[in-house]
């Protein structure tokens, strides 16, 4: 299991870039064919796959694409009223500033 802390910015874009390019692969897609259903072009696929930067819509599209999005799901958990209600009894603390 990838320790994504150890990571840099750059490094973490480079793995899921390989991880997307092997789940393009298994689900035998060529980059042109997922640009083309995705709506975007295969240079975008392309810098994606090589681990460049890109805009978060054009990731959505990718995942709507590989039929990905389901595995949201894990990364943004809904909050159940348990536990918007405790955070609701949290109070937000305010720093003083420094004079």
Known sequence: ??????????????????????????????????????????????????GKPLNVLSLVQVFRSLEMLSRLNDLFPEITPVMAAQQAHRKRVKLSKKE
């Open 1 to 50: 299991m990838q320790d994504w802390y150890r990571l840099t910015d750059f490094e973490i874009l480079s793995e899921m870039g390989q991880r997307i390019k092997a789940f393009r692969i298994s689900k035998n897609l060529t980059q042109q064919s997922l640009a083309d259903h995705s709506g975007l072009n295969r240079g975008t696929i392309r810098d994606l796959e090589n």
